[in-house]
């Protein structure tokens, strides 16, 4: 059997991604891993971070991005199906630049790999999702944040990224070009599984948390409309009260000690309760998410009510 990990990145080094670390904690449990790594601005050094990682398993596929002809977030989903193209084993581990697993749960999914590598039936493994916030030290479990998502896949040349990349569907005939179709297309069946995905995409300084929305709005809503929003002071970044944000309890993946021992902004962070008043609030401090987000984990166990599920669960870690 032979584990595959791919991700894909821009300016990561520039946006404050954990790339490198990613990288790292993927390669103890892969065969191999590849980066689509799409050419960025003059002051990037991706590239310089993940060639110091001097190991065989690694591979860098060098690309260039074309948000028009990928609009609305597609452009992520393409460089995603690029960097798959070249995994050649029979599971494949996806990584956003900021998503890193723990070292504690390569034994489970190696074990999960192995169970079910010749039943057909299984495209897939959801993983359960940490979101920190501001810090290290805060963690969401709002109904606005996904709690799982397919972040392994079987190696299917009919399965692709989808939409802005966040998930995965099956979709025979494609035209390499709609990453948001829906006609003909097929949630892939999946087992979930008790592995973890450390998603650490809002953890950087507010100055960077403020470029990189502006980034991926660039890349979701055009140039011309992000000009606009700037114009309007979209871009201010405040992440909120975090005192009103559950705390982690738990150990980080060991591969981001250095990262976490970077943090340096906690002078710019609201450890209170309170919700500013003349700020635009963020989705989980909107009314509908608190009650929602209250009833899910006070009263149904943490489940989920409503909500889109781009995948069909055939079977838990307890079957």
Same mark, same amino acid.
């Given at each position: 059997?032979?584990?595959? $990990?791919?991700?894909?990145? /821009?300016? #990561?080094?520039? +946006?404050?991604?954990?790339?490198?670390?990613?990288?790292?904690?993927?390669?103890?449990?892969?065969?191999?891993?590849?980066?689509?790594?799409?050419? $960025?601005?003059?002051?990037? /050094?991706? #590239?310089?971070? +993940?060639?110091?990682?001097?190991?065989d398993k690694l591979k860098i596929v060098p690309t260039t991005w074309d948000i028009g002809k990928y609009p609305r977030g597609m452009e992520n989903a393409h460089q995603t199906d690029i960097a798959k193209s070249h995994c050649s084993g029979d599971w494949l581990l996806y990584l956003q630049a900021d998503e890193v697993i723990h070292e504690e749960d390569y034994p489970l999914i190696r074990s999960f790999c192995e169970k079910y590598l010749h039943d057909k039936s299984v495209e897939g493994f959801l993983f359960k999702y940490h979101h920190f916030w501001g810090d290290f030290d805060h963690c969401h479990n709002a109904h606005s944040w996904y709690k799982r998502e397919i972040r392994i896949i079987r190696n299917d040349p009919a399965i692709h990224s989808w939409e802005s990349a966040q998930s995965f569907r099956r979709i025979p005939v494609f035209d390499g070009l709609n990453y948001r179709q829906q006609e003909g297309?097929?949630?892939?069946?999946?087992?979930?599984?008790?592995?973890?995905?450390?998603?650490?995409?809002?953890?950087r300084p507010p100055e960077l948390m403020r470029k990189k929305t502006q980034a991926l709005d660039t890349i979701h809503k055009g140039a011309d409309k992000v000009a606009e929003m700037t114009a309007q002071k979209h871009y201010e970044f405040d992440y909120g009260p975090l005192g009103r944000i559950p705390r982690y309890p738990g150990t980080h993946p060991a591969v981001m000690k250095e990262w976490i021992s970077r943090l340096n902004w906690t002078d710019q962070l609201d450890y209170g309760r309170n919700y500013p008043v003349n700020r635009r609030p963020h989705r989980h401090e909107k009314f509908k998410y608190r009650l929602l987000s209250w009833l899910e984990n006070h009263l149904l166990g943490g489940r989920t009510l409503g909500g889109f599920k781009n995948f069909v669960r055939?079977?838990?870690?307890?079957?």
């Open positions: 059997m032979k584990i595959s $990990g791919f991700s894909m990145a /821009r300016n #990561a080094h520039k +946006l404050y991604y954990p790339i490198r670390e990613v990288v790292l904690s993927a390669l103890p449990l892969v065969d191999e891993f590849v980066v689509a790594l799409g050419a $960025g601005d003059p002051d990037d /050094r991706s #590239a310089d971070l +993940l060639g110091a990682i001097r190991n297309t097929h949630k892939i069946r999946v087992i979930e599984t008790p592995a973890r995905i450390f998603h650490y995409g809002w953890v055939i079977g838990t870690f307890n079957t």
